[in-house]
């Protein structure tokens, strides 16, 4: 990993407007008001950009390295202690699925609340197997698209339902 990755990751433009919002006011000055709340009118829709690919490639080059390892290395590298470091690790570990179980076949991870989810390769690209301990790629679920059948269906039986209400 390299040793500036969390420059590589954050230290990007800000994206967003940089023009600051007019008053809604349009009268005349003298009976403006005399405050007006600066949460209404903070101006402009500015906000922090990350690049978080290089993070995630460097995750998947360590496939098939044993998980201690990919995380020693990735403690060197990124400290807690910093609150820019804090936030790439705090990727890091969502990108990294664990613990993980197996059940019919079918990988779950721990979910956020305490319960087990499938494990989503759009979410966790990369997750830790929990025999052997080694780094592996997330396999790759399908997309679930609506078939052009049952849209099909639905919409004739909406037009059926709409034929038989009165106008």
């Not at 990751?9 to 007006?36: I, M, N, Q, T």
């Amino acid at each position: 990993m390299r040793s500036d990755m969390a420059k590589v990751l954050c230290e990007r433009p800000r994206c967003g407007a940089r023009f600051k919002r007019r008053s809604l006011y349009r009268g005349p000055l003298e009976d403006a008001p005399r405050f007006e709340s600066s949460s209404r009118n903070r101006g402009g829709s500015k906000f922090l950009n990350e690049h978080l690919g290089p993070l995630r490639r460097w995750l998947l080059s360590q496939v098939g390295r044993p998980w201690d390892a990919v995380y020693s290395e990735l403690r060197s590298r990124v400290s807690p202690r910093n609150a820019v470091q804090l936030h790439i690790w705090q990727h890091a570990q969502e990108y990294v699925a664990r613990p993980v179980r197996r059940e019919d076949g079918v990988l779950h991870r721990q979910s956020t609340w305490g319960g087990f989810e499938v494990l989503s390769s759009r979410r966790c690209p990369v997750y830790v197997c929990p025999k052997t301990g080694i780094l592996r790629k997330t396999p790759v679920t399908p997309r679930k698209r609506k078939s052009k059948e049952r849209a099909k269906a639905r919409a004739e039986a909406e037009a059926e339902a709409n034929r038989g209400e009165p106008t």
